[in-house]
């Protein structure tokens, strides 16, 4: 069954990083894939994920920089994929099926933010497209991998950004409406934690659980549309020298920012950690189940209820089969 949306005091906090979350377990024989793993907060968990003993998989649109980026990890294995492109995913899909039985892990990482009006081939919003159909359809795709794992995790990181707006099922891709960046992300963070709440009440009967996560703040190149004044609205400062949560502390007067290696820790607890065992559906954040929250300012912690409603949930499950072709 779907657990409740409510704590269940991990033990970690804020600051945890992702080492200390995976400290202890022993993941050889399991097989990962996760999008978005060779830059920030993707690179370090492909890192920690493969020195725990797991078969890492990144795709990436531009292979030679991944494998480039990637260096340091020998071990994980790089493979073509373009999230805007259906026969990209299925190219993908069909590879990872080939080479391996099962997939244990599905860490949909990968994502965009608050750029320029852009359209896929399809015609889609580019946020909406790449951040959620992709991995909706890559997904999909796999789900045979997954089920025959006798055991796997889909993780989606969504944002608090989810706060800016529910999903637009009227226009979720701004053909009527004025675009606006803003709410092009937000809604595009609400589907991934919609996707995961959907995705797991089908795969629990396969013991395929889902989750979704807000993996912190944290500065890196998914902010480069963004200007200072835009961070300013979030009240944050580049200037700040206090911003970072020191490592323990995760009551830090001031901390704003995450490290990478702290803002990776929940997306590696979601996919690893045995604490949450037939826990499936919920929103995390800090290395813990989040709250529910109705509060306004997108700054405040926990999850909004229209980001959590199964209702919605089931909506977008089917608008995506229709937009994207895959069923399961």
Known sequence: MTRKQMPIHSGFTA??????????????????????GYSGLGLETVRVLSEAGATVIV?????????????SVPAAKVYALDLMDPHSIDAFA??????????????????????????????HESQFSTNHLGHFQLAVRLWPALAAARGARIVAVSSRGHRLAPVDFDDPHFERRPYDRWLAYGQSKTANALFALAADRRGESSNIRALSLHPGTILSNLSRHLSNEDLAGFGVSLQDPHGYLPPGDSAAEGGIFKTIAQGAATTVWCAVSPQL????????????????????DPREPGVKPWAIDPEDAEKLWQLSERLTGAHI
């Open 15 to 36: 600051s945890s990083t992702a080492a200390e979350v995976v400290r202890g377990l022993d993941l050889h024989g399991q097989v990962t894939v996760v999008t978005g």
């Open 277 to 296: 065992k037939g826990y499936g559906g919920v929103y995390c954040e800090d290395v813990d189940i989040a709250v529910v929250s109705e509060a306004e």
């Open 94 to 123: 069909d590879e990872v099926m080939d080479r391996y039985s099962a997939l244990h892990v599905l860490i949909n990482g990968a994502g965009i933010m608050a750029n320029p009006l852009t359209r896929d081939a399809r015609g």
């Open 59 to 71: 795709p990436a649109r531009d292979v030679p920089r991944a494998e480039q980026a990637l260096h």
